[in-house]
């Protein structure tokens, strides 16, 4: 089945500053790569996400990066504010007829230093 | 739009009794899918429900069941509870059976004893 891997585990940046999370996946049929953000106490939120025909999208501060031959996607966040303190999840799956289940990286928590 | 909706939001059992998860989706959303959260396995796919049918299964044991209504809610059960089954149970819910926009709800907080 699908891995993902998720890199660094722990991510410390000065507020205004940028931060880039990375993950490598497994398996090469996977086509749809999003990103959760996660707060205490709640579920993860969908923050944005890539499908395989794309190679990169952006959302105001956020963007993310997909590189299908060397099985690598990236969330990119610019000008860090204190509310984008969180843990990050990304997770891959195989999109169309059928959900087989996201498969998630073990996440990255974030940490906005004021 | 409400967004999805989990009850209770936390539970505490004893080993080897059985508990019942409910979650109502995003209205107009038709594919629920539950995961399991811990410390140490991280997010894990439970199973996924479609039109009142299962559509996907993750790797675990036969103790994990659920279904779906007619109205697309969900519930979740687990019978013969054991200690490591202490978990944060969320659901998400989609349009589609295509596994993609998946919004979570808040979870249920399951503590074994």
């Known amino acids: 089945g699908e891995n993902v891997e998720q890199h660094p585990s722990t991510l410390s940046v000065q507020e205004g500053d940028s931060a880039v999370i990375k993950c490598t996946y497994s398996d090469s049929a996977s086509n749809y790569f999003p990103w959760y953000k996660q707060e205490l106490g709640k579920g993860p939120q969908l923050i944005i996400d890539?499908?395989?025909?794309?190679g990169e999208k952006k959302d105001q501060r956020i963007a993310v990066t997909l590189n299908k031959t060397a099985k690598h996607f990236s969330l990119h966040i610019t000008e860090t504010q204190p509310e984008d303190s969180a843990v990050y999840f990304c997770?891959?799956?195989?999109?169309?007829?059928?959900?087989?289940?996201?498969?998630f990286g073990k996440g990255t928590h974030l940490i906005i230093q004021p | 739009k409400a967004g999805v909706t989990q009850t209770p939001r936390y539970l505490i059992k004893t080993r080897g009794q059985q508990v019942t998860l409910s979650c109502s989706p995003i209205s107009g959303h038709r594919s629920v899918s539950w995961y399991q959260q811990t410390p140490g396995q991280g997010l894990q796919f439970l199973f996924e429900?479609?039109?009142?049918?299962?559509?996907n299964k993750g790797n675990f044991p036969g103790r994990f069941s659920g279904r779906q209504f007619s109205n697309s809610r969900s519930e979740m059960n687990v019978s013969t509870l054991e200690l490591g089954d202490s978990a944060l149970y969320l659901c998400?819910?989609?349009?589609?059976?295509?596994?993609?926009?998946?919004?979570f709800g808040p979870g249920t907080r399951l503590t074994v004893t």
């Open positions: 997770a891959a799956s195989k999109k169309g007829g059928g959900a087989d289940g996201l498969t």
């Open positions: 429900y479609f039109s009142e049918t299962q559509r």
């Open positions: 890539i499908r395989s025909n794309v």
């Open positions: 998400a819910s989609s349009l589609a059976s295509t596994g993609i926009e998946q919004y």
